[in-house]
């Protein structure tokens, strides 16, 4: 139906990666217009690029003094980013759509999606009475919109972020109407692998869209040719189980590099170039997806990958390293390497 949308949001170009591979996911599987949500930081060739994947790119200028958002941001001007995401109920062309994470992509078809009501969503996986607010159905209206920002001003959001805010909104979401809870399945978490990986053995060859949630995205991972390692932490949990990950290159080398390269956003894909050697599925016998995506593996013997223009991996905060190191996780090669160690040992000493 022409009233139906996926709907996404790329505030920034690194965004923009994320909700290019997210777009020729859906693509693969839905003819469902496709919507994407940009900021007006986004690079003028990032849009022409995004304009290939999406019916629908829409500037939304949270600048203007006009604009309700506007003031509700100067309330709020922690909220940014969260209340850019509210736009998408200001796309009163489609009667009902469904909101994608740039950070998710898409396994299998999921237009049965459009059967569900506002505010259908699937549970956070750190705290199930909320719902996670990467993947949701909704309907677009000024009114809940206005409703939202209203709000947002107000009370802000527990969370710093549109999760809280919209958990706040919709708050019988735990309790009244179990049709508004959508399985994992539609959501599923890549932190899940590794915090339920029984659950993820039995169940994972399911999943229908997985969001890659927390601070390292696919596109900030780089790949070292030489070591044939991915680069970053070394007990990086993504990495136990890095086939989405792979999923998530392997389309992005297939079909997103060759328009980015074309455009200009990547300068040239053949300088650079990191290999993806490291990255080889490990349930490369048993995983639906690998059996599914032929194209998986002729990616990973390609190996090459334009990883070099992404922003290093997030460190880890010392605490955080302190904790891992108390339970014996030692990152040797990486930010607890010799070499590494000794340098702050040394600036201790002086
Ligand atoms: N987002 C964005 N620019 C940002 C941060 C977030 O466009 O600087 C959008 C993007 O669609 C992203 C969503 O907001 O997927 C939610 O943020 P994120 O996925 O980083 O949060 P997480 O799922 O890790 O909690
Ligand atoms: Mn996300």
Redesign the pocket.
């Known amino acids: 139906m022409a009233d139906h949308a996926f709907v996404?949001?790329?505030?920034?170009d690194s965004?923009g990666k994320?909700?290019l591979v997210l777009g020729s996911s859906l693509r693969k599987y839905t003819s469902k217009k496709l919507a994407v949500l940009i900021?007006p930081q986004v690079s003028d060739s990032m849009r022409k690029v995004l304009s290939k994947v999406y019916d629908d790119v829409r500037v939304v200028d949270v600048l203007d003094s006009k604009d309700s958002a506007h003031l509700a941001l100067l309330e709020r001007p922690e909220l940014g980013?969260t209340l850019?995401?509210l736009h998408c109920w200001t796309l009163t062309e489609y009667t009902k759509c469904v909101f994608m994470?740039?950070?998710?992509m898409v396994l299998q078809n999921i237009d049965d999606l459009f059967e569900r009501e506002e505010l259908s969503a699937a549970p956070d996986p750190g705290w199930p009475d909320c719902f996670n607010s990467?993947v949701f159905v909704f309907r677009p209206s000024i009114e809940t919109y206005k409703q939202l920002l209203h709000k947002a001003s107000e009370e802000g959001s527990f969370d710093g972020?549109?999760?809280g805010l919209l958990n706040s909104f919709f708050n019988t979401w735990s309790t009244k109407d179990i049709h508004k809870h959508l399985p994992f399945m539609y959501n599923l978490s890549s932190i899940s692998i590794y915090t339920y990986l029984p659950a993820f053995k039995a169940f994972g060859a399911n999943a229908k869209v997985v969001?890659?949630?927390?601070?390292a995205?696919p596109w900030n991972y780089t790949y070292d040719s030489k070591t044939q390692t991915v680069k970053g932490n070394v007990h990086d949990q993504t990495l136990i189980h890095p086939e989405f990950l792979s999923l998530w290159w392997n389309t992005y080398t297939s079909r997103i590099l060759p328009l980015l390269t074309e455009h200009g956003v990547v300068k040239d894909a053949s300088t650079g170039l990191k290999a993806l050697s490291g990255l080889v599925c490990s349930l490369a016998f048993s995983c639906r997806f690998c059996r599914d995506e032929e194209e998986i593996t002729e990616a990973v013997s390609q190996l090459s990958i334009a990883a070099a223009a992404s922003p290093p991996p997030p460190s880890i905060s010392s605490e955080e390293r302190r904790e891992r190191w108390e339970q014996g996780q030692v990152d040797y090669m990486g930010a607890d390497s010799y070499d590494n160690i000794k340098k702050k040992l040394d600036t201790y000493l002086q």
Do not use: E, P, S
């Open positions: 996404t949001l790329a505030t920034n965004y994320g909700a900021a980013v850019t995401k994470d740039a950070d998710t990467g972020g549109d999760q969001h890659f949630l927390g601070k995205k």
